[in-house]
T-cell receptor, first 117, second 115 residues
Framework: AQTVTQSQPEMSVQEAETVTLSCTYD???????LFWYKQPPSRQMILVIRQEAYKQQNATENRFSVNFQKAAKSFSLKISDSQLGDAAMYFCAYRTAAMDSNYQLIWGAGTKLIIKP | DAGVIQSPRHEVTEMGQEVTLRCKPISGHNSLFWYRQTMMRGLELLIY????????DSGMPEDRFSAKMPNASFSTLKIQPSEPRDSAVYFCASSVNRIPLYGYTFGSGTRLTVV
């Protein structure tokens, strides 16, 4: 069974600095999808960025980018120019690409990101 | 598109009462998921539906919990009777199976407090 591990329960960063949140996963599959979700204090779960495993190019969305290392089964999230509005819980998630499987996301435990003004 | 709509946003009820949470998924999405989130246990999948059919309800805590999806645009999660330990935020999410890269779209959640 697949698992997702976020080893940092909490991280803090100075406003305008860069921070990297780590995520590792365990799978025997070669094709899958990876996601980062953000949950601010408003509690809304928001999709931040996504990556297809068969694409070597790292996904980027404005100030958010990932470092996807398939062989190492690592999917870290880099937030550049951190802003106060980035303060949130960040969840990493995995989904199989197998079409005959269930459609669940496998979730990490989350990392709480604190932005220091 | 209005996104996934959940109601109510907040619910406070007394122990022993029946609670019904509602969810309207995004039109065209064919999978629907109910999650519970607490500080102690994090995000837990309770049940999910595919094309209105319950596929996996192994996460439902006990018989007090039940979920239905009578049509593609509506689902309910019912707790009867409610207990204080059911206090949590309950999320509904929907997705399109044939486009897995879309991930899930979540509703804004229902914060349930059982006193």
């Amino acid at each position: 069974a697949q698992t997702v591990t976020q080893s940092q329960p909490e991280m803090s960063v100075q406003e305008a600095e860069t921070v990297t949140l780590s995520c590792t996963y365990d799978t025997s599959e070669s094709d899958y999808y990876l996601f980062w979700y953000k949950q601010p204090p408003s509690r809304q779960m928001i999709l931040v960025i996504r990556q297809e495993a068969y694409k070597q190019q790292n996904a980027t969305e404005n100030r958010f980018s990932v470092n996807f290392q398939k062989a190492a089964k690592s999917f870290s999230l880099k937030i550049s120019d951190s802003q106060l509005g980035d303060a949130a819980m960040y969840f990493c998630a995995y989904r199989t690409a197998a079409m005959d499987s269930n459609y669940q996301l496998i979730w990490g435990a989350g990392t709480k990101l604190i932005i220091k003004p | 598109d209005a996104g996934v709509i959940q109601s109510p946003r907040h619910e406070v009820t007394e122990m022993g009462q029946e609670v019904t949470l509602r969810c309207k998924p995004i039109s065209g999405h064919n999978s629907l998921f109910w999650y519970r989130q607490t500080m102690m246990r994090g995000l837990e999948l309770l049940i999910y539906f595919n094309n209105n059919v319950p596929i996996d309800d192994s996460g439902m805590p006990e018989d007090r919990f039940s979920a239905k999806m009578p049509n593609a645009s509506f689902s309910t999660l019912k707790i009867q009777p409610s207990e204080p330990r059911d206090s949590a935020v309950y999320f509904c999410a929907s997705s399109v199976n044939r486009i897995p890269l879309y991930g899930y779209t979540f509703g804004s959640g229902t914060r349930l407090t059982v006193v």
